[in-house]
């Protein structure tokens, strides 16, 4: 059994023994890549301007020795024989011990048996160091990029291709299907790659003999779109047929998957005590599997679950357990998250100057990886621990910045989120035009993606907004779209608080129509690829 594997499709990853271990620093799982995809020898002089050249001469090689030496000596130097070094050339060339991903996909053939791996190569692989980030090494940054596309092309041309056993053309469908599906869902359409990935299950439910592993993964994509939706309904229906398949499958770590989805969705329905032991089962899953990455996803999860329920103390607890994960995993976006998610749990309990270094260590990290919707969400974090501490004016400028980086790169997410937080303030200083063009503009971008579990919050913002105008119309126009957006995410707390307060406007009782006592702030989250990252936004309707 090969002892060691490179997973260089995705994030990166370096396993021994089924394991992840914790690679010294980005460059030198940089280094590596490039060593593996061009096979020649390379002069050191060449390598160390390659990925250090800001630095002199001396201290550019200095640090590719230190690269070097950790690839040979580290974990039992398990790639010490594939690494060769000839006086002032160094080159790559993998033995028997040692499986690379993307090897394999490119003979089309799968790694032989590493423990807890699938035993087949994905169709469709993830792009050549996914979020990896080389700041300041444009021709590295380049070749990188060549080789993305260079992949990116190959699994176009392979998708063209049916899979053996399977009728002429009817695996091709599934897998354009899905090609375009993904391609919406990066441009945040949402409901066109719902649509998608529908047509792609019908096709590949008519082929025979059906492949339950493609299924799952296609009902798997379906529940991330319903949840960013938030079609609760439809996403429990899928999720159910997840729990049901998963186990046939025979892999833990897919059967821990549908548990983590499973207890995202009980967290937004308010089954708190279902979602913490769906997430509780996940985390014995992925622990049992050896699964780090899964682990700290789990971790992640019941840090999300205790903070949407204010148990702050526990919140931390598995928060930090995460970062310790992403630490130990050498993944640096996920430590830059982790450190977010506990800058929002310090927010929330009551210590925003706690926060501030958190979210001031994630900038950083995002920064360095030029990890930019990163950078946006921390602006947003940082924004409200600012508002928290009383700093109105700086939390002003960070909700701007938010929103420049995201509309630079395209999150209409976030743009949404930062446009509703900036009208709140404007509401609050009583610049009630000002505060009605944000709004319209953040409700214009929620509908663009069509997102539920935001609209209803905006609509009832709006409501609050025209009543202070002493604009009744517009005022219940704006309520009664709120109900239908709560209703449609099942949101039952809300429901009930946007019929209280068109009881309270049909009675002409402008007095309770108040800005200033605001509802808890909404607990949300983003699915990024690195895992999930907390967002609260604030609402004057308190939601489930």
């Known amino acids: 059994m090969p002892r060691t ?10 396993l021994v023994t089924g394991r992840a271990v914790r690679v010294r620093s980005v460059k030198t799982l940089g280094l590596l890549a490039y060593l593996v995809l061009e096979p020649r020898a390379h002069l050191r002089a060449r390598l160390a301007a390659l990925l250090w050249p800001d630095d002199d001469e001396a201290a550019a090689r200095h640090s590719l020795r230190q690269a070097v030496f950790w690839l040979r000596s580290a974990n039992g130097a398990a790639l010490a024989d594939s690494l060769v070094v000839d006086g002032d050339l160094l080159r790559f060339v993998p033995d028997d011990s040692v499986e690379v991903d993307i090897l394999h996909w490119r003979r089309g053939s799968a790694p032989a048996g590493l423990p807890g791996q699938p035993a087949a190569l994905p169709i469709h692989p993830a792009p ?12 590295f940054e380049a070749w990188l990029q060549g080789q993305r596309q260079a992949l990116a092309e190959a699994v176009a041309c392979r998708a063209l291709l049916p899979e053996p056993g ?4 009817a695996a091709s469908s599934v897998d354009g299907l899905m090609m375009a599906a993904r391609a919406a869902a990066r441009t945040q359409a949402y409901g066109s790659a719902l649509l998608l990935a529908e047509r792609a299950l019908a096709v590949a439910a008519a082929v025979s003999p059906t ?6 993964d296609l009902l798997l994509f379906k529940e991330a779109m319903l949840d960013r939706m938030g079609h609760r309904q439809d996403q429990a229906q899928v999720i159910r047929r997840l729990k049901a398949l998963a186990p046939s499958l025979g892999e833990p770590a897919l059967v821990a998957q549908a548990c983590l989805r499973e207890a995202n969705l009980n967290a937004y329905a308010g089954s708190d005590a279902a979602a913490l032991a769906a997430g509780l089962e996940a985390l014995r ?7 780090l990455p899964g682990e700290a996803e789990a971790r992640r999860e019941l840090s999300f679950l205790h903070w949407r329920v204010g148990d702050h103390a526990q919140a931390i607890v598995e928060a930090r357990a995460a970062l310790g994960l992403h630490r130990q995993l050498g993944d640096l976006q996920g430590e830059a998250t982790a450190l977010h998610n506990l800058g929002e749990i310090m927010i929330g309990l009551g210590s925003p100057g706690q926060a501030m270094p958190l979210f001031e260590q994630a900038m950083a ?3 360095s990886l030029g990890h930019r919707i990163g950078e946006v969400l921390t602006y947003f974090g940082m924004a409200r621990a600012l508002r928290r501490a009383g700093s109105t004016q700086a939390a002003g400028h960070r909700y701007a910045a938010a929103l420049a980086l995201a509309e630079q790169h395209g999150e209409r997410t976030m743009q949404a989120r930062a446009l509703h937080a900036m009208a709140c303030l404007a509401i609050e200083a009583r610049s009630l035009d000002e505060a009605l063009v944000l709004l319209g503009r953040a409700i214009a971008l929620d509908r663009s993606i069509n997102y539920a579990h935001a609209l209803g919050h905006d609509l009832a913002d709006l409501a609050i907004l025209h009543t202070m105008r002493r604009e009744a119309l517009q005022a219940r126009a704006a309520l009664t779209e709120s109900l239908v957006w709560f209703e449609s995410v099942g ?9 209280a307060r068109m009881a309270d406007l049909d009675a002409d009782h402008w007095a309770v129509f108040r800005f200033d006592d605001r509802a808890a702030p909404i607990k949300s989250h983003l699915q990024l690829a690195e895992g999930k990252v907390y967002c609260a936004f604030e609402s004057s309707i308190a939601g489930g």
């Open 365 to 367: 990290l995002h920064w």
């Open 285 to 291: 899953l992925f622990r049992e599997a050896g699964d």
């Open 128 to 139: 050549l160091l996914e979020g990896r980030r080389f700041a300041g090494c444009d021709e």
């Open 211 to 216: 492949d339950p592993r493609q299924g799952f």
């Open 5 to 14: 594997m490179l997973q260089l499709m995705g994030a990166g990853h370096v």
């Open 166 to 169: 399977t009728a002429p053309g």
């Open 491 to 499: 949101d039952d707390h809300a429901i009930a608080a946007a019929r």
